[in-house]
């Protein structure tokens, strides 16, 4: 068994899993999924490091994965931070106590590690699903921190790949104080998205004729999947190769920045932790659909977790 960690801007995952064959190859069969809202980006935006609070809030769920592990006979841990740790002044001195209290050594993935690793971990999971895909897929990853696209092939060929600072917590921290979310503070969110994001769009459609099939991945796209199948138990399974058309997407904005975050948490479909920045990310999904001038997406729960594993060879 491997086990694989997912230290994100707003959310600390594990995947505990082992391969099994199938036609054509191998597959990734899940033992153990676990994911705490650690909310680790918190203020990197406004101070450039890791706060005390959040820092001490992803010591904690790190020592609780450490614990889940050693009840299975795992092989090799491979821990990853993207976003938050990569932007922080502070980054060294987390990694050595991450070292200290776990024996992990955390890999601080590239912007372009991160993006093959996303890329190949939703396509995977898509394909496995029987979801016909084309020749060309593109990748959108909306994280707590960054938005990264991706164009590529099936086979895994990257055509391009780029990223953005526009992410579901440092949108909310940018622009959204209050809840219900004020007529100008919404005209605030999709103007800075649409300003940040519209140079990574151009020069990502720069690399092919038209708008292949768009693939979303992150919480954000999983949690308005969840949202419209009402789950009140997460499903990997009817998650993966849900559609996501864009009219739905905008409703889900429209009717989310209207709610308090209490009446958010109330929703099926809604995690612990995330009531309070889903409306950031369904409005960077949203503007990102105008932007891409794409009618819906298919949803993945496959993404960097499960592509860090074929980037190692594991499967």
């Not at 990694?95 to 050594?105: A, N």
């Not at 953005?164 to 622009?175: D, I, K, N, P, Y």
């Not at 958010?264 to 503007?287: E, H, K, N, Q, T």
Request: charged share 20%; proline share 3%.
């Amino acid at each position: 068994m491997i086990a694989t960690i997912d230290i994100g801007t707003n959310s600390t995952r594990l995947l505990i899993a082992e391969t099994k064959t199938v036609a054509g190859g191998t597959a990734i069969e899940p033992v153990r999924t676990e994911l705490r809202i650690t909310r680790l980006g918190q203020g990197v935006n406004a101070s450039g490091n890791l706060n005390l609070e959040a820092l001490a809030r992803t010591y904690q769920v790190l020592a609780e994965y450490h614990e889940i592990i050693t009840n299975y006979p795992v092989e090799k841990v491979i821990a990853t931070a993207t976003s938050a740790v990569r932007d922080a002044a502070n980054q060294r001195e987390f990694l050595e106590q991450v070292k200290k209290r776990t024996g992990w050594d955390v890999r601080v993935l590239t912007g372009q590690e991160e993006a093959q690793a996303s890329f190949l971990g939703a396509c995977r999971a898509v394909q496995s699903g029987d979801v016909l895909l084309a020749d060309e897929l593109l990748v959108i990853d909306i994280g707590g921190g960054s938005t990264e696209l991706i164009l590529g092939r099936v086979d895994g060929e990257l055509m391009f790949s780029g990223s953005s600072q526009v992410g579901a917590v440092r949108m909310t921290e940018l622009c959204i104080s209050q809840n219900p979310i004020p007529d100008h503070e919404l005209e605030c969110l999709r103007n800075t998205v649409a300003d940040r994001l519209s140079p990574l769009v151009q020069r990502c459609c720069s690399k092919t004729q038209k708008t292949p099939p768009l693939v979303g991945v992150g919480g954000t796209i999983t949690t308005l999947a969840a949202l419209e199948l009402e789950l009140t138990q997460y499903d990997p399974a009817r998650i993966t190769g849900y559609r996501l058309t864009k009219s739905c997407i905008a409703e889900w904005f429209h009717r989310l920045s209207r709610m308090t975050v209490a009446e958010r948490s109330a929703l099926p479909g809604i995690a612990p932790g995330r009531s309070d920045i889903i409306p950031a990310g369904a409005g960077i999904c949203c503007v990102l659909m105008d932007l891409l001038q794409a009618d819906q997406l298919i949803v993945s729960d496959g993404d960097l977790m499960q592509g860090i594993w074929y980037l190692e060879g594991f499967a």
